[in-house]
């Protein structure tokens, strides 16, 4: 089968012809019916983010269960999945035993340590898996790993609320899946993005935020008019450097700044701004189960909505039209059909 793959460090990624996975057992082999590209696999490309080369890319996977190795249950052949990230931890550690496998030092993930869904075949342990609801569609259920790690993000780590005022830098799809969680919660929203992000921010506008700004004149004044007061949390999911100093200049006095974005590479920060206003700063790594079971009930209780932020499907033979797509910032998630 063909599977978009990066061979080895130092170079771009190439299309080849591998073999299909082997069934083992407490497995299932998913025949993928969707799967986004993500700002990792742009930085893994880039050789910006930890892989394990050879290694087929692919972690945001949408499909149908094609056969079931010995000793699972509750899945079946034929059956519309969603799947978990983690091809394997330790479960030992401290962070397996307390809900973090995330933060496992022996985790290997799919599309990075191990093979991933840019490719017609996936095999996934069964604790990976999810139904998926009967309300959700392959596009818009590649977008539930990225929903997941928002929740994570805002949900888990910050307990976003009705009420708050927030600041997002970025509206890729990341930034786009913050805005709609932050609206759900009941939080006013201002979205900003640079003079290339027009599109995007047009979207952005579309799918509820209170008001959408470029960097350039997000100034002070201009967000605090917007919103009627400094914001209450600034979320970076850009991982642009620029868009992390500009938040720590927004955000209110004893206010919340919170990382999603990745960088790729260290980046210079007035970090003493987290003093002067005493902010409270946090990140968030990927996800945890909770904040899969979380997702899919926003998607099945139709809190959110993803089909607004599907962008173009490519097939797995026009791959580097579909990276170019993500690079020249086109509305909405970029999808591989393999």
């Not at 893994?44 to 996977?61: F, N, Q, S």
């Not at 005022?165 to 899946?177: E, M």
Request: contains cysteine; hydrophobic residues 45%; proline residues 6%.
């Amino acid at each position: 089968m063909l599977a978009l793959r990066k061979v080895k460090t130092g170079q771009q990624l190439e299309l080849h012809t591998i073999s299909e996975p082997t069934l083992r057992p407490q497995h299932v082999i998913i025949d993928v019916a969707a799967a986004g590209i993500c700002g990792t696999d742009l930085h893994i490309m880039k050789d910006e983010y930890r892989a394990r080369p050879p290694v087929t890319l692919g972690h945001e996977v949408a499909g149908v269960i094609s056969a079931v190795g010995e000793g699972v249950d509750g899945f079946s052949v034929g059956q519309r999945v969603v799947t978990e990230t983690y091809f394997s931890v330790c479960g030992r550690c401290q962070y397996c035993r307390t809900g973090y496998p995330n933060l496992c030092a022996e985790r290997q993930s799919i599309g990075s340590m191990v093979a991933g869904g840019f490719a017609p075949k996936l095999l996934v342990p069964v604790t990976n898996l999810h139904p998926l609801p009967d309300n959700l569609d392959f596009p818009e259920a590649a977008l539930v790993e990225p929903l997941a790690c928002v929740v994570r993000g805002l949900l888990e780590r910050n307990h976003l609320q009705a009420g708050d005022k927030a600041v997002i830098t970025g509206p890729g799809a990341i930034g786009l899946l913050a805005l709609l969680v932050a609206k759900a919660a009941g939080a006013q929203v201002l979205i900003i993005g640079t003079h290339a992000d027009e599109a995007r921010l047009e979207l952005a506008y579309q799918l509820g935020a209170d008001g959408i700004l470029t960097a350039e004149s997000a100034d002070p004044d201009t967000v605090n008019s917007i919103l009627g007061a400094a914001p209450d949390i600034a979320i970076e999911c850009s991982g642009a450097a620029p868009a992390a100093s500009l938040l720590l200049s927004l955000v209110k006095k004893a206010g919340r700044y919170v990382q999603v974005g990745l960088y790729g590479k260290p980046i210079n920060l007035d970090f003493d701004q987290v003093c002067y206003k005493e902010l409270q700063v946090s990140g968030s790594f990927a996800t945890t189960p909770s904040s899969w079971y979380r997702a899919l009930s926003l998607i099945e209780n139709g809190v959110i909505d993803l089909s607004s932020i599907v962008g173009r499907t490519y097939p797995l033979t026009q791959w580097q039209d579909a990276f170019a797509a993500v690079i020249d910032r086109t509305p909405g998630k970029v999808l591989l059909v393999p």
